[in-house]
């Protein structure tokens, strides 16, 4: 389908955040946008914060003054409905509120052409909702930007019940050649990455509360060992404790309070308490002048006699940490085995979701350490362990001083299931498994939309395929376990790909 020529109007109303962004979009791509707010002097203001933004660029280097200057021309503020009946494309960002997109849409269907695509950028309201009592709901679409428009690659693309399929493949061929890269959802709630990025979230919160780590420790180990490009906490702090927990209660009741999606105390608390982040000067952390962040936990290993890693049997996704060991002068040895490696008194291995105090008893391992998983353990600067109830010190000791060996640090964390890059990657992968199951996207656009949307690195369908078909099965079960809650159950596909023996993309 080929996306709408540059000579076709765009409409934006609503010129806050989000409405410049999109006008900005829009213009840089070369379209005329008319731009609406029906707060005086918003629309101005929206394409003067557009100037300032763009300004910086030119100031830069990165931008001549002259095409600045006919962008902005083509960004003309209006004040009237009627001003933009020429418009083929009108994208409404304004509050989020059903009933006054509503009786926008309504308005907009008497100024329109019949040709004109009606978009809302919604992200959390139903477009099939919105469109129910339009004359022509197969005109209306979502256009789902991300904070900050010009800056977020993402654009999801939703249909709503009554969107006809040419309208959202025109939207999509739109998004793309303004430099977007979109995908295509169905209308449910939270759509792609509002619903499936609700783990990175929740997992962290509630090990904060189960006392697992502290939040810089969590942070950190997202972070360094995840390759997050934030962790939680921060994250968090930065979103506002109030968007991010109403996103949360509205996913969680729109699923009919499916435990998967569960808010947290944690973080209600923070929202009654009024700390809600940067913009409150308080949230997991202090904003305040002068205030320092808090460093993340890590252990120090005393010193340790041994000087041989041995490997019994195939190590898995630890293969990359043994040759990082090995590169750094490390002598090793191979011998069969379950799969650990023993240094000194440590017996290590690769979580499988299982409480590290469980696992020792039931392998009959007392010295057992469980390694948390790494995007890439050829790089990762951090790593959590978790040692059994029964471990003594000296296994502890020896593990830390392993992973210092291949200049790690080592954050010493509470015997929970599933660590913390590992508990997370397998509920966001699980989460994923389920949209995917229930139509909502397709296995790769839904892998994008986490990457391009929220900067992961890597899409945790993809992830999942990377870690073997059987790992995240493995750990989501054990996890649930554990806990007896129904909130781990593993997604079908993900019980599917491991007794078919493949992956998502397979
Ligand atoms: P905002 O509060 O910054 O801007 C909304 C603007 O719409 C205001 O300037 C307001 O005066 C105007 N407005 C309200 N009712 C209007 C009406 N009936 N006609 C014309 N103008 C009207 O809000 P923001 O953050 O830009 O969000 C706008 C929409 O985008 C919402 O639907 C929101 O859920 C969605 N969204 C927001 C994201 C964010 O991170 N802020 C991300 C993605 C979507």
Known sequence: MQPLATNTPIAVIGAGAMGSGIAQVAAQAGHQVFLLDQREGAAHA?????????????????????????????????????????????????????????????DLESVCTEKAILATNTSSISVTALGANMAHPERLVGMHFFNPAPLMALVEVIKGLATSDEVAQIVYATAAAWGK????????????????????????????????????????????????????????????HDVNYAVTASVFNSYYQDTRFLPSLVQKELVEAGRLGRKSG???????????????????????????????????????????????????????????????????????????????????????????????????????????????????????????????????????????????????????????????????????????????PEGPLRWSDNLGFRLLHTVLTHIQQSYGEDRYRPALLLRKNRFAEQGFYS
């Not at 962290?204 to 995840?226: K, P």
């Not at 699980?430 to 199951?437: F, G, K, V, W, Y």
């Open 181 to 240: 890269k979109p995908v295509t959802a169905t209308s449910t709630p939270g759509f792609i990455v509002n619903r499936v990025a609700r783990p990175f979230y929740a997992e962290s919160l509630r090990l904060l509360q189960e006392q697992t780590a502290d939040s810089a420790t969590l942070d950190a180990l997202l972070r360094e060992a995840g390759s997050f490009r934030m962790g939680p906490f921060e994250l968090t702090d930065l979103i506002g």
């Open 282 to 456: 308080q949230g997991f952390y202090s904003y305040a002048e002068g205030a320092q962040k808090p460093e993340p936990a890590t252990a120090e290993a005393a010193s340790c006699n041994a000087d041989t890693l041995v490997i019994e049997g195939n190590p898995g996704p630890l293969a990359a940490l043994v040759k990082r060991l090995s590169d750094s002068g490390l002598k090793v040895i191979e011998r069969d085995g379950p799969g650990r490696l023993c240094f000194g008194d440590a017996v290590l291995a690769l979580t499988d979701g299982r409480m590290a105090t469980e696992r020792a008893s039931a392998e009959a391992c007392n010295n057992l350490i469980l390694l948390d998983l790494a995007f890439d353990y050829a790089k990762a600067s951090r790593l959590a362990i978790t040692a059994a109830e029964q471990a003594p010190a000296q296994a502890v000791n020896d593990a830390c001083a392993l992973l210092q060996k291949a200049g790690m640090a080592v954050s010493h964390i509470a015997d929970r299931p599933g660590l913390v890059v590992m508990r997370t990657v397998a509920t966001l992968a699980n989460e994923a498994a389920d949209a995917a199951l229930h139509g909502v996207a397709s296995i790769s656009d839904i892998d994008l939309a986490m990457k391009a949307g929220l900067n992961y």
């Open 46 to 106: 929206g394409r003067q914060s557009v100037a300032k933004q763009l300004q910086r660029r030119v100031d830069k280097g990165k931008m001549e003054q002259s095409a600045l200057d006919a962008l902005l021309d083509r960004i003309q503020p209006i004040s009237e409905l009627s001003e933009l009946a020429d418009a083929g494309l009108v994208i409404e960002a304004i509050v989020e509120d059903l009933n006054i997109k509503r009786s926008l849409l309504a």
